[in-house]
């Protein structure tokens, strides 16, 4: 067991003890180490303010995320690299080449968002990353500037893959990934502070351990969500046991038709080949949150978070996957739908965690289609979700997965218009007659989000949305995203 979070901090190594486990990396930045170039805007995941680099050894390379330090607890950093935008400057305090295009491009007036800005570009030019427009906005959606509109920064961000990599920074960048060698290891990181402890462990045999002996601990992966516990509501979590260093919680496996992901693995890591087999459950994540959040949240957490607003588990249930849960060393699997039993409450015993996702890939393609609607394309919160996998055979409905979320307590299948449509041929009167059974699926609530009637009149539309999607492949029925040519539904 080690006592000390270790992880490099612009180059140089800090080995920490003592700091409270729910001290953010904003907070240790500016207050421990005075490194105030990183901003506080939000301190919940939604400006950008507070980008920073964070490096990891991956297959031999380091590879650099933009992530919001305003919701990363210093445990997580363990074995990592932090870089800010105190280290960019060359010798001789010359401008970086992410700085000198955002001078370049007049990205910068007041300045406030400018750091964010730079790390976010910086993280892009790192690994290399050459970018389309949609890929400057994807990259840039999580950085706010009220001074410039964004306009210039990106500007700014489309020469990105046009930078020379300065001499002296090739240097620097070796050292980095020796220094991440040396930082590599299989033990538990064990904290104890007054009050408060935390666990990283690296297996899943040490985590199902500590999580039996801790069943009340907090369990943290990307703390997308419960970096906002502590920034927001001011909680003090007494346990954590944070998931992200546990190996077999990060692997993405392909066999016998099923994909099985890891509790643990992020948006970001999940996006290649989420997008390979279900392009269209990918763009529905594309605007999850932003770049930097996407960087960090997993599908796990958003499972066991259990928001009825939570934008994967609709998705996941129209395609019938199954949750893997463990306590101690026995796992059970369960279908996701039947994971959700209320309002904040899943089926989850104490001391039992998420393992994994499995989703059968027997859902042709484009068959699934997802449909959010929320009141602005990034960084928004869904009113509603409207999934569906209808199989049609031979004219008529041979089976159908219908999942919506915002229309109840928990994501929820639309049993009774499922029902009313298997067997019936896929028409537009069968779409007709089966509406009125939404009415017996869902009694919505009405927030500020959206009123119980629009959820419902929404709902009813998605579903004629989905049969005409299928009847007129080349109808452009969307202004975002790839849907505007659709090939048909039946299978
Ligand atoms: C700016 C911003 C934008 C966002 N946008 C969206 C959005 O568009 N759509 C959306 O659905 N969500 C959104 N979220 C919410 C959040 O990103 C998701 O819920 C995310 O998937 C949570 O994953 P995480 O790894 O960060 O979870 P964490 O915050 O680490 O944990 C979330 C919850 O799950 C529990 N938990 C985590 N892993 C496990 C496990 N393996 N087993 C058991 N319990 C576990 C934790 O104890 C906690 O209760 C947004 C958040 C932010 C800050
Ligand atoms: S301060 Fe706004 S995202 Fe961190
Ligand atoms: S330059 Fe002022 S907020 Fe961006």
């Known amino acids: 067991m080690r006592d000390a979070v270790s992880f490099l901090l612009n180059g140089e190594k800090r080995s920490l003890r003592g700091l409270s486990p729910t001290t953010t990396l904003l907070d240790y930045l500016r207050e421990s180490e005075g490194l105030c170039g990183t901003k506080e805007g939000c301190a919940e995941g939604d400006c950008g303010a507070c980008t920073v680099a964070v490096g990891e050894l991956r297959d031999g390379r380091v590879r650099h995320l933009p992530l919001n330090a305003c919701i990363q607890f210093l445990p997580m950093l363990e074995g990592k690299s932090v870089v800010t935008v105190e280290k960019l400057a060359g010798p001789g305090r010359s401008l970086h080449p992410c700085q000198e295009a955002l001078v370049e491009t007049h990205g910068s007036q007041c300045g406030f968002c400018t750091p964010g800005f730079v790390m976010s570009l910086y993280s892009a030019y790192r690994n290399e990353t050459r970018l389309d427009r949609q890929g400057v906005n994807d990259l840039l959606a999580g950085n706010l500037c009220r001074c410039t509109r964004n306009g210039p920064n990106i500007t700014a961000a489309e020469t990105n893959h046009d930078y020379q990599t300065p001499a002296w920074e090739a240097a620097e960048l070796a050292a980095e990934k020796a220094g991440l060698q040396t930082l590599q290891h299989d033990e538990t990181l064990a904290l104890e502070t007054a009050g408060q402890r935390c666990f990283a462990p690296a297996s899943i045999e040490n985590l199902a351990t500590i999580y039996q002996r801790y069943p009340d601990a907090v369990l943290v992966s990307g703390a997308t969500d419960v970096g906002l516990w502590v920034t927001k509501q001011h909680r003090h979590l007494e346990t954590l046991i944070h998931l992200g260093r546990v190996r077999e919680l990060n692997r993405v496996i392909e066999t016998d ?9 992020t948006y970001s890591d999940a996006f290649g080949v989420l997008d390979h087999h279900f392009p269209e459950f990918a763009e529905l994540l594309r605007p999850h949150g932003d770049t930097q959040v996407r960087s960090a949240a997993t599908l796990g957490g958003n499972l066991a978070n259990g928001s009825p607003i939570g934008d994967s588990p609709p998705a996941l249930i129209a395609l019938g996957a199954f949750v893997v849960l463990r306590a101690g060393p026995h796992q059970r699997r369960l279908p996701l739908e039947d994971f959700f039993i209320d309002y904040g409450r899943q089926d989850r015993k104490a001391g039992e965690f998420v393992e994994a996702l ?52 928990t994501p929820k299948r639309a049993a009774a218009v499922e029902a009313a449509l298997v067997g019936q041929a896929w028409s537009e009167a069968s779409i007709e007659a089966a509406l009125p059974r939404f009415d017996a699926d869902f009694a919505p609530i009405s927030d500020m989000r959206a009123s119980a009637d629009y959820r419902l009149r929404v709902a009813k539309n998605l579903l004629r949305k989905y049969f005409h999607e299928s009847h007129a492949p080349l109808a452009e029925t969307r202004l975002v995203g790839r849907g505007a040519t659709i090939s048909a539904v039946a299978s």
């Not at 038709?257 to 693995?265: H, N, Q, W």
């Open 358 to 409: 499995e989703i059968p890939l027997s859902t042709p393609p484009e068959r699934l289609r997802c449909y959010k609607l929320s009141k602005r394309f990034d960084q928004d919160i869904t009113a509603v979700l409207g999934c569906f996998n209808i199989a049609v055979d031979d004219g008529q409905v041979a089976a159908a997965r219908i999942v919506f979320g915002g229309m109840a307590a």
């Open 257 to 265: 038709g099923v994909l099985t992901l890891g509790a643990a693995v």
